[in-house]
């Protein structure tokens, strides 16, 4: 197995001259061989891992200056709203909020400062799909960077690389370590100047995860492709189940026949993953915080994409941050409740739904 290098220092042959490795923000034995198989993976040349998603975001969003622009999918992960509008925007930076689920919303916003087009898809919580290779020619063609979230559906389901994109981001926390046990972001390219970039500033303001971490998702990714396997199964198992519950209302998953976004999720899109978000036909928050508190095998908790189940309120946990007139605006409604579907047996998953529900 790779070795845990639980060091902060290299010991070096002479003044200047070492063995590959100087000190363990610039380099580090364990995320070398972490940084190899994210790359791999991603069908990438190159891998930067980082000390959480939010970091790895944080990286990508330092190569511009101020006076740059950025386009950004309007439904998306809470915390990089609050990065983007909290602590970028002060520094100059503009980001542009567009539904990306239709391109020409994109191609709308484009202007000669236009430096990065931000896209997440599947997004966070309303599983909104984007045609990456689509957005990647509007972003080619504004000479601009393309970067996509790929946390919800993980390199065994999307490669966005392979559609045209720049950059893949992702929260490491979430499919690639798998089992709830470590916070952890990574960036994957194919540029080497960009790599470069990256990796500069990856070692300039050091959110590097430690060698212990990057083990736990090492080892996370050895069964990447099996556990996704079953997210799948279990995840359509449980969204035609709940989309057949008389108290459900909307349900969303990229799966749905009749889904907005499914044609293009197929066509970019190996399976349709485990995650599903609904709301229930008794509207009220009141009803919601009931069947948040009822389930026993579905843990009320944020993050997803461990082997355990978990149910989370976005409006009050993971999207507090966007103020509450913009989620409502982009349909992220107070009653949402984000399932993400884990690996146990789905008729025990649905059990507890049911139970919860009814
Ligand atoms: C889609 C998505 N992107 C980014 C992040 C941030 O990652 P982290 O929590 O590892 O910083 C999350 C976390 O929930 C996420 O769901």
Redo the contacts with the bound molecule.
Sequence with gaps: MTPIFQTSTYVQQAPGINKGFEYARSQNPTRKALEEALAIIENGRYGLAFS????A?DAVIKLLAPGDEVIAASDM?G??YRLFTKVFEKFGIRFIYVDTTDTSQVRQAVTSRTKLIWL?TPT?PLMNITDIAAVAEISREAGSLLCV?N??ASPYLQNPLDLGADIVMH?A??YLGGHSDV???ALIMNDAALREQLYFIQKSCGAVPGPMDCFLVLRGIKTLHLRMQQHCINGEKIAHWLRSHPAVANVYWPGFEDQPGHAIAKKQMRGFGGMISFELKKDTIEEVHRVLSSTRLFSLAE??GGVESLINHPASM?HASIPREERIRNGLKDSLIRLSVGIEDADDLIADLQQAIA
């Design positions: 959480s998603g939010v970091a975001t992960y915390g990089t997440e966070n979230d946390t919800f929260s926390t979430k916070i952890q972001g993050s997803l993971t």
